[in-house]
Each structure stands twice: as structure tokens, then as C-alpha cells.
């Protein structure tokens, strides 16, 4: 590359032009001299985003598979951040995502090496992919059934996180992807997770965490990370710039929301607030280890008393929700009058810290962690004081009860920090619109003016895709059935399958089910959260005849090939009824057919884009649930299905 552009700039005439005119050229010229097809329906991708990042406006680019999105929006990320000097953000829907656009055949690789110029794409992991060391040594300390492959992995670490050496020699280290033979469990025992007080942790300038950051921010082209880390650099970026830190992402010039259907339900993870008594305590407690007047210590120790009274309580006030790991709270007076004597007490200790603070018997960082700690706590439960309830549920794992809390008020903050930031926005999917509208995913996103459009799959479905489903007298089926069934659909295909549920819960109920039928005796399965998400991934393309078992592949995956030939969805992806969706449930007119529905056919219409992701590709999606039924339901699946598919009865197989 002979500039700091892959093309020759004049600077009297406006740069997106000319980065639209050589990527026409990308797209006409160099790329079909390297092997590559001429994609109409790329090129009109690639026109209809030259508009919105000459006008820096959001744009939904709905595209069909095969269309070669991914290579259209890279184009543009690409120029426009060097043109800003600002990196572009690619927010993928999830990790294994991440990977698919990143490994060595990925579409950076193939324009980076086609086009011959280099691209500098690093990747911003969630703190969550990361070995936390405190948790590691508590972890090997435990002396449980995977102490050795612990002992293994601090055996494995960097040098410098031991001993003193210089920073030149550190490293990023310690992302879940170097291990991925752990499964979730295991993980869980190490990853960093959201009670880690990495502020007050004297390693965290060792961390691999820390280092990762120093690293992607760097990056002069792309900054490559998950929706859900994107929406947590939005949620804490006011705060991490009151305590001095630097935002999570850097300041950057456009973003692409890769699956972007899929935000929404980030946004709300990012934006909620986990309560646990463990951690309050042992917040709390740090101002204990000071000389304090003995007013201050008695609010403490009321405030520990307190919290651990109401945590148990919101225990026995909680019941599992099917299909989900979330509790649902019964929240009752009782409740509310303990959560109002906890913040009552709480505003007591900020009284007592003002006049502490002047006596300057705390250590200043102490005091300013639990200070922190008590105003997000206050903040979280008045919450539940407003006309507008929050949207709460509770989990319980080793570290005890949490009480998770979301504001409702996600429109609001996407709208503020996100969209009405003048920068381009792309929205890109292959399911973005609902009945051919964009209302669905603008109204839940709080989207006032955008661009849009859509292009069809280039590939000829009638002729590789054929759809098998139960009649609708029949769809009823019970679990043997189903069982028995997929039994014959691997016969038939010899392995090469993708299963695809709903549910963790309805995974692992087949898992079971499947070991003892045998079933898992004949083909090699892989079950998701048996080992780190892109090596099952690898391990499914490279051996032909394997299955692989998923939750949240229903999008992103890609696997030209015989080695998926068939994708069996296990029930019709319907959302769980855990709290969030219970909430927008009861904001809708009609509940069904205005928030399961819509969210149930863009799920399907992305598990059916798994099947074929290429020209000779061949093979059949079969689709179980017995919501088929009912004729609303029946009619509206088929109408998703791609025109002139044919369908069979998948009981006459």
C-alpha cells in the first residue's frame, strides 16, 4: 500500500467517494481476479453504505446469506477509521462470532492477503473470558476434582505475573480460548466474573484482563468485540471516567452491529445491577479495619445484619423458572419494607462518612470503594420506588443469592449514548425486519430515524434446502417421538448434524436421554458447554461425521460443507418466561403476537441460515414444536421459509 489508504487520495474531493469508487473496484476487479463470484446484491450492500457514512447516519443492511455482507461493511470500517484516524468497532453477537470473523480463513484474513495490505484488527474479550489470578489460587486451593488441571494452567502463566521484570516483557495472556478444554463449570471456577474488586487488587497490572486493554486499544483499524462488551464500555463509561480510569473502548469513528437483531438483549444485560451479601459485606467491612467512632461501626454492623436478613428472605420469596437459570422474585410488602430499612441504614452510613471523612481516619481509596459500592446499592433498590418497577429476578450459585436489577429505561440510554452520537451505525443481519418492517427491532431499540434495506440470499434453496415437519394434526409429538425420530435423521444423514434448542434445560434433558438410547455411541457428539464454544465448533467442521449440540448458535455459525448437512430445531425458539421477557410481555397489547412471535420467527429464520452457506451446498432443516398446531403459528413458520423450498412430513421418514 502505497499511502496510509489503499487507494490514492486527493484531498480536494470528498473521501467517501473515493473509498466507494475503489471498493465498486474491490468488488468488480480485484476480488474476482482472485476467485471470487461478482455479488450483485454485495454491491448494493456496499452503495445503500456509502450513504450512511457519508451522511453518519444508523443504517439497518438486512442481507440474506451469501451475500457477502461481512466483506461490504469491513470495507467501509476499514477506510473510514483511517480516514478519522479513529478505529472502527466490529460488535459481534457473541464469542464464537468473534472467531468466526477473526481465525486464520476469516474474511479479515481474505482481505487482508487479496487485496495485500495489512489490517490491524485486535480483539477487546469480555473481562469474563478472562483467568481471574485471585480466583485461580483459591480455585487450586480447593483441592477438588480439577486441582490438577489448575495447578497445570498457573503452572502455564507468564513468567513476569510471578516476579518482577520489566513492562516491555509483558503480554497478553489467560483468554478462555487457550483453554479450551475446560468446560463452563470449570471455567466458572477461574474466569473473572462481576464481584472481582479489581480496583483494590494489587495484581491487576499482571492481569491478563488489564493487559488485553492495553493492547486493543492500540489498534488503528479494527477493535473486534461482543455486543454485551460494547453496552458494558456504554454503561460505565461516566463512571469510569469519575474514577479515573479509561473507558473500556477507545473514542472510535463508526460502529457494525454484527447480528444486530441480537443488541437489545445485551443492552439489558449490560445495564443491571447484581446485589449479593458476600461481597456487600466484605465491601462493608473495610471500614472496620480503621479507628472509627463507634456510631460509624454500630451502623456497619446494622447494615451487615440487615442485608444478610433480606438476602435470606429474597431466598425463601424466590421460585425457579422453567427453561431459564433466573428466579423470579415474590415481591410483597414484607420485602419492601426490609429493602427500605436496608437503605435506610445505608443513607445513616453516608451520613456518618461525611463527618468521617473529615477526620481523615479512613484511608481515602477505602473510603472511596465503599462509598461507590453503598451509592450503587441505593440507587439499585430505589429503583423499586418508582411508578415504573424494575425488572428483578435472582440467582443462586456457590457465592450464594444475587438479586439482579434492570432498569426498563434501555430505549433511553441506546437513544443517549449510543444513537445520537453523530457517527455511522450498521445494523447487520440477515434477519432485521418482521412481515418486511423495520418497527420491531427499531421500537425496542428506541430508534427514531434510520436507513434500511434488504437484499435476498443469492443461493437457490428450492434446489438445495428441503424442510421436514410434523403435520399439523401432528405436531403434538412427545419426547420419545422426537427421539425416535432423530434417531432416523441421523441414520439417514450419517452424523453431519446440528441440533439446535431453545434451552440449556432442554440440552442437557437430550444429552441424557441420548446417552442412554446409545445414541451417543454411533456418532461422536459435541454438547455445548463440554469445552470452549469455537473449539467445539472446530472439532464439528474437521470430524464430517460428528453432531454438534447448541443453545446459542441459532446465528453466526458458519460451516460450508458436507460436515453440516442437517439442522434439527429441537422446539420453535420462543422466548423463555424468565422476568425480562415477562416484563415486555406485559407492556404489550397482545403479548403473543407482539413479543414471542416476532421473536420466535427471527430466531427460526436465523437457525434455518445455519444450513446453507454456500453455492454446493445440500442438505434438509427439520422443525420440531407443538406450537405448529395451531394454524396462526403453522402458517406464519412456513411463511418464513425460503420460497419454493418443498416440505415433507417429517413422520413419513
Known amino acids: 500500500m502505497s499511502s496510509h489508504y489503499p487507494f490514492e487520495f486527493d484531498p480536494k474531493l470528498p473521501f467517501i467517494q473515493q473509498a466507494s469508487d475503489w471498493i465498486a473496484d474491490v468488488f468488480y476487479e480485484q476480488l474476482p481476479e482472485a476467485g471470487f463470484e461478482v455479488r450483485d446484491e454485495q454491491i448494493y450492500m456496499a452503495f445503500q453504505l456509502e450513504r450512511a457514512y457519508a451522511e453518519k447516519q444508523t443504517i439497518f443492511a438486512e442481507a440474506g446469506v451469501g451475500t457477502g455482507k461481512t466483506l461490504a461493511y469491513l470495507l467501509y470500517a476499514i477506510s473510514y477509521a483511517r480516514y478519522t484516524r479513529k478505529p472502527a468497532i466490529i460488535a459481534c453477537a457473541d464469542e464464537s462470532l468473534i472467531e468466526q470473523l477473526v481465525k486464520p480463513e476469516g474474511d479479515i484474513a481474505k482481505l487482508a492477503r487479496y487485496l495485500d495490505f495489512t489490517i490491524d484488527a485486535r480483539l477487546g474479550k469480555s473481562p469474563d473470558q478472562y483467568i481471574c489470578l485471585n480466583k485461580l489460587d483459591d480455585a487450586r486451593a480447593a483441592f477438588d476434582e480439577d486441582v490438577e488441571a489448575f495447578d497445570e494452567i498457573f503452572r502455564g502463566l507468564p513468567s513476569f505475573v510471578h516476579a518482577p521484570v520489566t513492562m516491555q516483557s509483558f503480554h497478553p495472556y489467560g483468554n478462555r480460548k487457550q483453554y479450551p478444554e475446560l468446560n463452563d463449570g470449570q471455567w466458572a471456577k477461574l474466569g473473572w466474573d462481576v464481584f472481582q474488586d479489581c480496583l483494590v487488587c494489587s495484581r491487576r497490572h499482571r492481569c491478563g484482563q488489564t493487559l488485553s486493554r492495553d493492547h486493543y486499544r492500540k489498534a488503528a483499524d479494527l477493535i473486534i468485540c461482543s455486543h454485551d462488551f460494547y453496552m458494558e464500555h456504554v454503561w460505565t463509561y461516566e463512571a469510569r471516567k469519575r474514577e479515573g480510569q479509561l473507558p473500556l473502548l477507545p473514542e472510535h469513528s463508526s ?94 452510613i453516608e451520613e456518618e462518612l461525611v463527618f468521617e471523612s473529615g477526620l481523615f481516619t479512613i484511608d481515602d481509596y477505602q473510603l472511596k470503594i465503599v462509598e461507590e459500592h453503598i451509592e450503587m446499592i441505593q440507587f439499585a433498590l430505589s429503583l423499586f420506588k418508582r411508578d415504573e418497577k424494575p425488572i428483578s429476578w435472582a440467582s443462586e450459585d456457590k457465592d450464594g443469592f444475587t438479586l439482579v436489577i434492570m432498569p426498563r429505561w434501555v430505549k433511553e440510554v441506546l437513544k443517549e449514548q449510543v444513537f445520537a452520537k453523530k457517527m455511522p451505525i450498521v445494523f447487520s443481519s440477515a434477519t432485521l425486519s418482521v412481515g418486511g418492517a423495520f418497527d420491531y427491532i427499531k421500537d425496542s431499540l428506541g430508534i427514531d430515524q434510520a436507513m434500511s434495506f434488504s437484499v435476498p440470499s443469492p443461493y437457490d434453496y428450492d434446489e438445495q434446502m428441503k424442510v421436514l415437519m410434523p403435520h399439523k394434526s ?24 446440528l441440533f439446535l434448542f431453545p434451552s440449556m434445560e432442554e440440552l442437557v434433558k437430550f444429552r441424557d436421554q441420548a446417552s442412554e438410547l446409545g445414541l451417543t455411541n454411533g456418532y461422536r457428539f459435541l454438547f455445548e458447554g463440554a469445552a470452549e464454544i469455537s473449539h467445539l465448533i472446530a472439532e464439528f467442521q474437521h470430524d464430517e461425521t460428528s453432531v454438534l449440540c447448541a443453545v446459542t448458535l441459532w446465528e453466526g455459525l458458519d460451516i460450508p460443507g458436507p460436515s453440516l448437512s442437517q439442522v434439527i430445531m429441537w422446539s420453535l425458539p420462543f422466548p423463555p418466561n424468565d422476568p425480562v421477557f415477562q416484563a415486555r410481555r406485559s407492556d404489550a397489547a397482545n403479548p403473543f403476537a407482539d413479543v414471542d412471535m416476532p421473536y420466535m420467527l427471527l430466531r427460526l429464520r436465523q437457525g434455518i441460515g445455519r444450513l446453507i452457506r454456500a453455492r454446493d451446498d445440500r442438505g434438509s432443516i427439520v422443525i420440531f414444536g407443538h406450537e405448529l398446531k395451531d394454524e396462526a403459528v403453522h402458517k406464519q413458520v412456513l411463511g418464513v421459509l425460503p420460497a419454493g423450498v418443498s416440505i415433507e412430513d417429517v413422520n413419513q421418514i
Not at 443492552?267 to 456510631?295: C, M, P
Not at 419492601?336 to 435506610?344: F, I, K
Not at 401432528?474 to 453431519?496: D, F, I, V
Request: charged share 25%; hydrophobic share 45%.
Open 255 to 348: 460502529v457494525v452491529f454484527d447480528e444486530g437483531h441480537l443488541l437489545e438483549t445485551a443492552a439489558q444485560k449490560a445495564l443491571t445491577y447484581k446485589l449479593n451479601h458476600g461481597v456487600f459485606e466484605s465491601i462493608i467491612t473495610r471500614l472496620l479495619q480503621d479507628e472509627i467512632r463507634e456510631s460509624l461501626a454500630l451502623a456497619v454492623e446494622e447494615a451487615i445484619v440487615q442485608s444478610d436478613h433480606l438476602f435470606a428472605l429474597i431466598a425463601r420469596q424466590s421460585k425457579a423458572v422453567p427453561a431459564s437459570n433466573r428466579k423470579e422474585v415474590l415481591w410483597n410488602d414484607q420485602l419492601v419494607r426490609e429493602v427500605n430499612r436496608l437503605q435506610d441504614i445505608l443513607s445513616s
Open 474 to 497: 401432528e405436531a403434538e409429538m412427545t419426547w420419545a417421538e422426537k427421539m425416535s425420530t432423530a434417531t432416523k435423521l441421523l441414520e439417514q444423514k450419517g452424523g453431519r448434524t
